[in-house]
Every structure is written in C-alpha cells, then in structure tokens.
C-alpha cells in the first residue's frame, strides 16, 4: 500500500501569500535571544496556517457562538478535498467488532458495517520531522499562534491539551517554554491536567495550556491514570501529541481517546517514526530522516551489509569480533582525519563516538555481556591481531563495492583507504581506550547512579567507555569480583558531560533507556547489537538513528559544510578533502536480522518520502542568439513610506478601531513603548486620524477589504508599514540565474525514465506531445524548452511546472495567436518570453505587502522581451482572475518605479531606450470593478502588443 502524503499536497496547493492578514501576520523566526527558526521549521508553520484556514475559513468562516454542527460540515467538507485527491476511504477507515474493549468509542462515533469512517478523524494534521530537527520549537510557536488566532477571532477560544509519552520529555518541554517566554510580556504558562478544574476557576484571561502524559489516559480512572471523559469537554480541545505514540502497548485506545478530545477541535500530532496509513495521509509537513540529511542538516547515513550478503548462517564468534574490530578502526580512522581538519579550525565538529545499542541488558546470554567481554579481550591484547588486517581489507572491499550512501543515496563515500590500511593496534589502543598499551579493565560507578558504569583500563588515567542503562545489569553485579572496582565514584558526571569536547568517553554502551530525549553530535558509528525483527524493534532502529545525525561543523551552524561554505571562507578548500568520514553516521549491526530491519525500515522512509530526479531542460540558446535578455535591479531608498504619502489599506471596522483607540489613549508613551516606535511616526499617525475622518476619501488610509480584528495588531502591522523603507531602481542587468526554476523541476523516480523519452521526442521533432496527463510544448519564443504545462492543478507527481488554470488558459490563447499569420510579434526584430516561478526565481518588482508586513517581490507569471530598432520593452504579465483583490497595490508599486506621468518612464541601457510595462490578464476584462485600474488589465493579446508596436509609451 503506497500512501500518499495527501494533506501536504492540499497544503502546498494554497498559496500562503493570498490567505487574509490575520492568517499571515506572524513572527515566523523568533523564538527566544539565542534561538531562530530555519527556513524549514517556517515552512511547517505556514502548512500548518494554510491547513487551519482551510478547515477554519475557507467555505465555513468560523463565527464566535457558532454550533457544533458547523464543525461537521467542516469534516465533511475537508474529507471531500481527501476523496478529490484520489483518497481510497477503505486505507484508512477504522474497522472494529462490537466487543467490550471497543465500546466506549461507539458512544462518540457512528459505527457502520463495522467500520468508522475516516470522516470522523480528519480534524488532524500531522508533523512528520525527524529527530534533531526542532520539534519542540515548532510546537511551541503553533501554541503560540493558535493563542493569538483565538484573539483575532479566527478559531474557537479552545484549550489546549500537549501530550507526551515520559516526564524527562514533559520538563524538556517546559525548559523550552521557558526559554521562549524569557523577556516577553504575555508569557504563555502551563498546567497539570490534573489541576484542569482549579485552574479554569481561577484562570481568567491568563496564556495558559495544559500537559500531561499520553500514557496515562484510559476509560476509567487509576491512581496516576485519568479518565478522559471528567475532561472531555465536548471535544473541544486542541491536542497537540508529541511522539504520544512510543511504548505503547494500549497504543490504538489511546489514539482513539486523543481523537475524542479534539472532536470538536484540533489534533496535531509530531513524530519522527509515522507509519500508520491515518497518520501518513493526514501529514501536513514531512521533513524526516532522509529528507532532514538530503537538505544538509544532519550526517550521512551509510548501513553496512557485508556481513548480512556474506554469511548465509547467523555470524560466528570471530565475524562478531571483526564486526566489533571495523567499528573501533572506523573511529580511530575518523578521529585521525578530525585532527587535520582541527589544524585549521581548532574547535570544529565534535568528538567522535562509538555508539552501541542493544536490545537484552539484563539476561545470562545478554548482547550487552557478549559485547563487553569482546572489548575487554580487545583490550587486554587477548585476540588474534591478524584479525586488524582482515577487517581492515573487509573495509576496504565493502566501501569499494558500495561506494553510495543510503542517505542521500546518489552521495559517494569518500575514505581514504591508505590512512585505513595504516591503521594499528596501537592507533586503536590510543584512541579508543585512551592508553599506549595493553590493559586489565576496570570500572567506577556511583551508588546513585546504578545504571551508570565507567570503565577504563588500569595503565590509563582516562575513562573510556560509558555504560547506561536502566540499573546496573545483573550480569555485571555478579561479575564484579572478576574486575578491580577503582572507586565509587559521587561527583564525576560523565554521561551528563559526555556531549563536552573534553569528554574522553570513546564508546557509549546501553538501552533504549537513555538515547530518547538524548541529543548528541557525538556519534559517528551505531553498532546494533541482536536487535530483532519485531515491531518495536523497528522503531528502535528509527528513533535511535535520529539520535545520532545531529551535525555542528563550527558553532551554532548545523548543516554539512558544504552548505555552510561561505562563512568558513577559503579554509573550506582545505579541510573539504577530511569531512566525509566526519559527517557520516556508519550503521553496524552483529546479526543479519538487525541489518536486516536497519535496511528496510531505512528504505520505508525513502519510499514515503516524495523523492524526485531532477529534469534537464534546455536553454534556448538558439531563439536567444545574441540578443540581451534584461531584469531590473533594484537598491535600497533613501526615503520611507510615510514621507511620501502612500496609503494604507484598512478595513472599515479596522478603521473604526483605530479612531476609537486614538481617541481612547492620548498618551504617546504608550505607543511609543508598547510598539518600539518612534516619535515621528506617532506624530504622523494623530495626524493621519485629524486629518482624515472618513475611509472614503483621504491621503492616509484606504479601504480594503483584509480585516485585522484586533487593535494591536492594527497598530503594529500600521506603524511597521509607515517606517518601512522603499526599494528603488537601481539599473537593468543582462539575465544571469535569476530565472533558475527550469533547473530544478523534479519528478517521480519511477516516472523519470518514460517523460525522459517522450522529452527527447520532443526536442527532436519540435513539436508539443502528451506525457500522462502533462503536456510538453515546443514554443519557439520560450527561454527554455520544453514548457510543461497540466491541466491538474493537485498534480503531486512534479514540481515547479505550469499547473494554475489562468496561467495554462493565457499559455493556450498565447500559442494560438502566435499561430495567427498577422499576430503582432512579426512587427517585432526579435521578442522572447520565459514563465516566472514565485519560490525559484528572482525576477520582481518590489511592493510593500500589507498582509506580511514588509517589502516582498511581486512576481508576475511571465515576462516578456520585445525589441524594435533602439527600442527595447520588458513586459510582466500576470494572469488573474479579476476577484484577485491585491492587484492594485501592485500596480500602484509598479506605477511608482516604472511610470511617469501615467507612462512608462525611459530609461537607457547602452544605446536602448528601455520601458517596463506590467499587465493582467484576464478572460473578461469588464469584471473589473476599479475603472482607475482597468488599463492594465487585458484579455486581448493583439490590444497589449498596440500599445508599444509603435513605440508608443502611453496606455
């Protein structure tokens, strides 16, 4: 069963840019004084905006004391968008029996042929992000903008419910709370759910959330566990689950309690691991493992499946020991090369470590006492040395037979084999055991700490390896007579300071115990010890993997060096040639099941992903000749906006809120402090309101129909505008990469090789064919060819092609006409046109948008290039429907740099006379509601090119 992601799909078919202020107006970076968020936790905020105003506004705008029969229709709604993009209801429909265990779900959803529809569920919206990627910030920023979407009035006032799964996670949670609160007013505080009914009493307008433990919900009450239905509330909660799914074994129930509390409401439920099918297709945002290390966050992922293709049979005692032997020659190896790259910066990375994981701690034959007593033989010298060599070769061999990682899988591995052959067992001793020679083991512990043992060898002074786990194993208590027990230890926190430079800890042996909720950049290996095939075994794998990719080259910057090349400068060349090694994260395991389970469940996240192969599309080299191909440059002004006058647009019961507000607060000190302004603009805002009583008429203010609610956000969005400065024309520049989308259109792996066939087809005949439901198209005057184009506007399969339905319409007119024998481009000497991509490419004209506060490029959808003799023309034109509501500010910004006295300005570049133009399009330009503007709007190409066929320069 191949699940597609389909919330994100009707995620990323809305456009952020066109949803109404109050779904935009947001601090989308900050989070406290050290931290911001990445361009990709922003992205998960604005998929989660995007998806709440899907369900909140778009068809049922949410009204204050509406009934709960709206929030159905809600369901109904967004389960038909499901079913529009293809949904199977039979993937994800929830089958049950009429038994006893199952009841108290059917008193809150309708059973029908022994099925509950997904209808019922589909209030949710998933977060499927890997770990180390940022959970907690993100969760932590939609709190806060599900708080202030309350304020304005755009969701219901409900309460918000964070679950997790342990306590160390809940205090890791509220360290993170803190710290996001630290310096702000309204801080956002949080409650034990047990405390639900005193705190409501007591709370009035305070910022405040609930948590609890996700384990502890059931139908009935026990001592630490609680009942769900003493606060079900009718279902209206916001739950937001943070991997509330781990170690779980009542794990469905507990689901279905989680459902129930927000089935009125909203359930957001993070991980790194989904894998059901509900939770695969109602996933809003994926940036998990393979995506997370594909965009340069995180270490390379490379598994080692020698031993899995080379034995038939389980491994035997000396594999195991050579198995054991790779890893500590691998870390010897990858230390060795950090210390040349520590040459040129002294602090880089981190130190490297061997992490090894097992399943048994506690039984006679357990992996960890296997594991242990091959170190100590290590150790002691006490093993076939020839064993070195033949690894070393098995390294050798293995990484030259699979030179790919897995993670990216088109990335080679690079190892320099002469420094791995190099490698002795004095290297070995050195820099794993921290000694220049042979030793008995000994181990320190503390009495507080059971489940920690250190151990070191008896001619060291240092430490080095680490074991953690629950309490001390067994096994070991009752070997300690066979060990020189160095002392008890109270004050050393090795595992506490084990993530520290100075950390001379080597090797980390444990359970699962310790590695959640533990972050390190540490570990360069993971050795699976006997981990088994079972179910919880593969979200082991999973979640400890995630464990040990975090990444920080040089400080505060956690991505692969070279995406982070530019602020290391030119010592990038010379240490490029010793990170590979460094930035990887090597995968051992020591039975063919463990490998086994690390390959495939590796693989199942690579095929949920949506992983595409990049298309070569082709310059235009042929129509382009020598013709110049410019964009407009633009610089920084010297004036803001509030110097000349521009006008601002403001509802009409925005406006009446600011006249109240001016009428009400007299004292500019307010605003002076409450919006870190200054006093110019606060002088300018009482005059704006003395001079202009109405919305109508007036050179502040005019009426738009984006509504903010809120007063303080009217202020601040006002006075942001105000102060904000201009961008001018500076000059034009020949076309370089500021129209790259055609570099980057990706399409399904599995689809690549047959549109590559039909692509060529293309190229060779020059004419347009058909690829599934794409069309590829041979236009002479394109910049690049071929132009693809769908009439799908949820096609998933592709990206970064023409799909929106005005610009397919206005490409199919365009052809058409081109095929006229009296079009007017044949008035042209030469003219050209290429497609704008709004996420890609870098061609725009400046304006302020209201709705994000700040300057933002407007991109059109195509430009064109026309020449006449000495005159040279750039036209923008974008097609729009005429309900399209922001157009006349972006015109009246186009006017301001491009026009002069209602034409377009001159301007000279070398001996051409250059004008910008900027149209609409549309099919019925009589829709057009604003007569001012009706000039820039066409729906007859021949109408456009007469304006400027004879170097006319009016309209």
Same mark, same amino acid.
């Given at each position: 069963?191949?699940?597609?992601?389909?919330?994100?799909?009707?995620?990323?078919?809305?456009?952020?840019?066109?949803?109404?202020?109050?779904?935009?107006?947001?601090?989308?970076?900050?989070?406290?004084?050290?931290?911001?968020?990445?361009?990709?936790?922003?992205?998960?905020?604005?998929?989660?905006?995007?998806?709440?105003?899907?369900?909140?506004?778009?068809?049922?705008?949410?009204?204050?004391?509406?009934?709960?029969?709206?929030?159905?229709?809600?369901?109904?709604?967004?389960?038909?968008?499901?079913?529009?993009?293809?949904?199977?209801?039979?993937?994800?429909?929830?089958?049950?029996?009429?038994?006893?265990?199952?009841?108290?779900?059917?008193?809150?959803?309708?059973?029908?042929?022994?099925?509950?529809?997904?209808?019922?569920?589909?209030?949710?919206?998933?977060?499927?992000?890997?770990?180390?990627?940022?959970?907690?910030?993100?969760?932590?920023?939609?709190?806060?903008?599900?708080?202030?979407?309350?304020?304005?009035?755009?969701?219901?006032?409900?309460?918000?419910?964070?679950?997790?799964?342990?306590?160390? %996670?809940?205090?890791?949670?509220?360290?993170?709370?803190?710290?996001?609160?630290?310096?702000?007013?309204?801080?956002?505080?949080?409650?034990?759910?047990?405390?639900?009914?005193?705190?409501?009493?007591?709370?009035?307008?305070?910022?405040?959330?609930?948590?609890?433990?996700?384990?502890?919900?059931?139908?009935?009450?026990?001592?630490?566990?609680? &009942?769900?239905?003493?606060?079900?509330?009718?279902?209206?909660?916001?739950?937001?689950?943070?991997?509330?799914?781990?170690?779980?074994?009542?794990?469905?129930?507990?689901?279905?309690?989680?459902?129930?509390?927000?089935?009125?409401?909203?359930?957001?439920?993070?991980?790194?691991?989904?894998?059901?099918?509900?939770?695969?297709?109602?996933?809003?945002?994926?940036?998990? =493992?393979?995506?997370?290390?594909?965009?340069?966050?995180?270490?390379?992922?490379?598994?080692?499946?020698?031993?899995?293709?080379?034995?038939?049979?389980?491994?035997?005692?000396? &594999?195991?020991?050579?198995?054991?032997?790779?890893?500590?020659?691998?870390?010897?190896?990858?230390?060795?090369?950090?210390?040349?790259?520590?040459?040129?910066?002294?602090?880089?990375?981190?130190?490297?470590?061997?992490?090894?994981?097992?399943?048994?701690?506690?039984?006679?034959?357990?992996?960890?006492?296997?594991?242990?007593?091959?170190?100590?033989?290590?150790?002691?010298?006490?093993?076939?040395?020839?064993?070195?060599?033949?690894?070393?070769?098995?390294?050798?061999?293995?990484?030259?037979?699979?030179?790919?990682?897995?993670?990216?899988?088109?990335?080679?591995?690079?190892?320099?084999?002469? %420094?791995?052959?190099?490698?002795?067992?004095? &290297?070995?001793?050195?820099?794993?055991?921290?000694?220049?020679? *042979?030793?008995?083991?000994?181990?320190?512990?503390?009495?507080?700490?059971?489940?920690?043992?250190?151990?070191?060898?008896?001619?060291?002074?240092?430490?080095?390896?680490?074991?953690?786990?629950?309490?001390?194993?067994? @096994?070991?208590?009752?070997?300690?007579?066979?060990?020189?027990?160095?002392?008890?230890?109270?004050?050393?926190?090795?595992?506490?300071?084990?993530?520290?430079?100075?950390?001379?800890?080597?090797?980390?042996?444990?359970?699962?115990?310790?590695?959640?909720?533990?972050?390190?950049?540490?570990?360069?290996?993971?050795?699976?010890?006997?981990?088994?095939?079972?179910?919880?075994?593969?979200?082991?794998?999973?979640?400890?993997?995630?464990?040990?990719?975090?990444?920080?080259?040089?400080?505060?910057?956690?991505?692969?060096?070279?995406?982070?090349?530019?602020?290391?400068?030119?010592?990038?060349?010379?240490?490029?040639?010793?990170?590979?090694?460094?930035?990887?994260?090597?995968?051992?395991?020591?039975?063919?099941?463990?490998?086994?389970?690390?390959?495939?469940?590796?693989?199942?996240?690579?095929?949920?992903?949506?992983?595409?192969?990049?298309?070569?599309?082709?310059?235009?080299?042929?129509?382009?000749?020598?013709?110049?191909?410019?964009?407009?440059?633009?610089?920084?002004?010297?004036?803001?906006?509030?110097?000349?006058?521009?006008?601002?647009?403001?509802?009409?019961?925005?406006?009446?809120?600011?006249?109240?507000?001016?009428?009400?607060?007299?004292?500019?000190?307010?605003?002076?402090?409450?919006?870190?302004?200054? *006093?110019?603009?606060?002088?300018?805002?009482?005059?704006?309101?003395?001079?202009?009583?109405?919305?109508?008429?007036?050179?502040?203010?005019?009426?738009?129909?984006?509504?903010?609610?809120?007063?303080?956000?009217?202020?601040?969005?006002?006075?942001?505008? @105000?102060?904000?400065?201009?961008?001018?024309?500076?000059?034009?520049?020949?076309?370089?990469?500021?129209?790259?989308?055609?570099?980057?259109?990706?399409?399904?792996?599995?689809?690549?090789?047959?549109? $590559?066939?039909?692509?060529?087809?293309?190229?060779?005949?020059?004419?347009?064919?058909?690829?599934?439901? =794409?069309?590829?198209?041979?236009?002479?005057?394109?910049?690049?060819?071929?132009?693809?184009?769908?009439?799908?506007?949820?096609?998933?399969?592709?990206?970064?092609?023409?799909?929106?339905?005005?610009?397919?319409?206005?490409?199919?007119?365009?052809?058409?006409?081109?095929?006229?024998?009296?079009?007017?481009?044949?008035?042209?000497?030469?003219?050209?046109?290429?497609?704008?991509?709004?996420?890609?490419?870098?061609?725009?004209?400046?304006?302020?948008?209201?709705?994000?506060?700040?300057?933002?490029?407007?991109?059109?959808?195509?430009?064109?290039?026309?020449?006449?003799?000495?005159?040279?023309?750039?036209?923008?034109?974008?097609?729009?429907?005429?309900?399209?509501?922001?157009?006349?500010?972006?015109?009246?910004?186009?006017?301001?740099?491009?026009?002069?006295?209602?034409?377009?300005? %001159?301007?000279?570049?070398?001996?051409?006379?250059?004008?910008?133009?900027?149209?609409?399009?549309? $099919? &019925?330009?009589?829709?057009?509601?604003?007569?001012?503007?009706?000039?820039?709007?066409?729906?007859?190409?021949?109408?456009?090119?007469?304006?400027?066929?004879?170097?006319?320069?009016?309209?």
């Amino acid at each position: 069963m191949n699940l597609r992601l389909i919330l994100k799909n009707i995620a990323e078919n809305i456009d952020f840019n066109n949803l109404p202020s109050n779904w935009q107006s947001f601090d989308f970076e900050g989070f406290s004084r050290s931290k911001k968020l990445y361009d990709f936790q922003i992205e998960a905020l604005e998929n989660f905006l995007k998806v709440l105003w899907f369900y909140y506004e778009k068809d049922f705008d949410y009204r204050e004391g509406e009934g709960l029969n709206i929030n159905d229709k809600r369901k109904e709604k967004l389960f038909k968008e499901y079913l529009d993009y293809d949904l199977n209801p039979e993937e994800v429909s929830l089958k049950y029996k009429k038994e006893k265990k199952n009841k108290f779900i059917f008193e809150y959803y309708f059973l029908e042929n022994e099925e509950i529809s997904f209808k019922h569920f589909v209030n949710r919206a998933g977060f499927w992000m890997a770990t180390g990627s940022g959970k907690t910030l993100v969760i932590i920023k939609i709190i806060e903008f599900l708080k202030e979407l309350m304020k304005r009035k755009e969701i219901p006032n409900f309460d918000i419910l964070f679950l997790t799964h342990r306590e160390d %996670l809940i205090t890791q949670f509220k360290k993170h709370l803190e710290e996001f609160n630290e310096g702000r007013e309204n801080k956002i505080q949080v409650y034990d759910l047990k405390d639900y009914e005193k705190q409501k009493r007591g709370l009035l307008n305070e910022n405040f959330i609930f948590y609890y433990r996700a384990d502890l919900f059931s139908d009935e009450e026990k001592e630490k566990i609680v &009942d769900f239905k003493n606060y079900f509330n009718d279902g209206k909660w916001f739950v937001i689950l943070d991997e509330a799914h781990k170690g779980d074994t009542e794990e469905s129930e507990r689901q279905h309690i989680f459902s129930i509390l927000s089935k009125n409401g909203f359930l957001f439920n993070f991980s790194a691991t989904f894998s059901d099918a509900i939770d695969l297709i109602t996933t809003c945002f994926e940036y998990n =493992l393979s995506t997370f290390i594909e965009n340069g966050y995180g270490k390379k992922i490379y598994i080692s499946d020698y031993e899995a293709k080379a034995f038939k049979e389980e491994f035997k005692q000396k &594999d195991k020991q050579k198995i054991i032997l790779k890893g500590l020659i691998l870390l010897t190896y990858i230390k060795k090369e950090l210390n040349k790259v520590r040459e040129k910066i002294s602090n880089a990375y981190h130190n490297p470590l061997l992490l090894v994981l097992v399943n048994s701690v506690n039984k006679e034959d357990a992996d960890l006492k296997l594991f242990f007593e091959e170190i100590r033989n290590i150790a002691e010298g006490n093993f076939d040395k020839s064993l070195i060599e033949e690894a070393k070769e098995e390294i050798k061999k293995e990484f030259q037979e699979k030179e790919n990682f897995d993670i990216p899988g088109d990335d080679k591995l690079k190892i320099d084999f002469n %420094l791995v052959s190099k490698v002795t067992y004095n &290297d070995i001793l050195k820099n794993v055991f921290n000694s220049d020679r *042979p030793g008995k083991i000994e181990i320190s512990y503390s009495p507080k700490e059971k489940g920690e043992v250190a151990f070191k060898l008896k001619i060291s002074d240092s430490h080095f390896a680490l074991m953690k786990t629950g309490d001390m194993p067994g @096994w070991l208590k009752d070997s300690l007579s066979q060990f020189e027990v160095n002392h008890l230890y109270e004050n050393e926190k090795f595992f506490e300071e084990i993530n520290s430079d100075s950390s001379k800890i080597n090797i980390l042996l444990g359970s699962r115990v310790f590695y959640e909720g533990w972050d390190s950049n540490r570990p360069n290996i993971i050795m699976f010890i006997n981990i088994g095939t079972q179910k919880e075994a593969k979200k082991f794998v999973l979640q400890s993997v995630g464990r040990g990719i975090r990444i920080e080259p040089i400080k505060n910057e956690r991505k692969r060096i070279l995406y982070i090349k530019e602020k290391i400068g030119k010592v990038f060349d010379e240490i490029k040639d010793y990170v590979s090694s460094i930035e990887s994260l090597f995968i051992f395991g020591t039975n063919k099941s463990a490998i086994e389970t690390i390959i495939t469940e590796v693989n199942a996240i690579k095929e949920k992903t949506f992983k595409g192969t990049k298309i070569s599309l082709f310059k235009n080299i042929e129509a382009i000749k020598e013709n110049v191909l410019l964009v407009p440059k633009y610089k920084e002004g010297e004036k803001r906006i509030f110097e000349e006058e521009v006008r601002y647009g403001i509802s009409e019961d925005d406006f009446k809120k600011l006249k109240e507000f001016n009428e009400f607060v007299k004292d500019d000190r307010v605003l002076l402090v409450n919006l870190d302004t200054e *006093p110019k603009l606060v002088k300018y805002f009482r005059e704006s309101l003395l001079y202009q009583k109405q919305l109508v008429s007036g050179n502040y203010y005019k009426k738009s129909d984006s509504e903010r609610n809120n007063v303080e956000v009217i202020l601040s969005d006002l006075f942001k505008f @105000w102060g904000t400065k201009f961008q001018d024309f500076e000059k034009f520049k020949e076309l370089e990469d500021e129209i790259k989308h055609f570099e980057n259109i990706v399409i399904e792996e599995a689809k690549f090789n047959d549109f $590559e066939s039909i692509k060529e087809a293309v190229m060779g005949t020059k004419r347009s064919l058909p690829f599934e439901n =794409l069309k590829l198209e041979y236009i002479t005057n394109h910049y690049y060819l071929p132009l693809i184009l769908s009439k799908d506007e949820k096609i998933d399969y592709i990206k970064h092609i023409i799909k929106t339905k005005s610009e397919v319409e206005f490409i199919e007119r365009l052809e058409n006409y081109i095929n006229l024998n009296n079009n007017k481009f044949k008035n042209f000497d030469w003219w050209m046109f290429s497609k704008i991509d709004e996420s890609l490419d870098e061609v725009y004209i400046p304006y302020y948008d209201v709705e994000k506060g700040g300057i933002r490029g407007f991109k059109p959808d195509f430009i064109f290039w026309l020449k006449k003799d000495n005159n040279y023309f750039i036209v923008f034109i974008d097609p729009k429907s005429t309900k399209f509501t922001d157009y006349e500010n972006k015109i009246s910004w186009y006017k301001r740099l491009f026009e002069e006295n209602n034409k377009p300005r %001159l301007f000279k570049y070398k001996n051409l006379n250059c004008f910008v133009y900027c149209f609409l399009y549309t $099919e &019925d330009k009589d829709k057009v509601i604003n007569s001012s503007y009706k000039d820039y709007w066409f729906e007859n190409i021949d109408k456009v090119l007469e304006k400027f066929v004879n170097k006319n320069r009016g309209h």
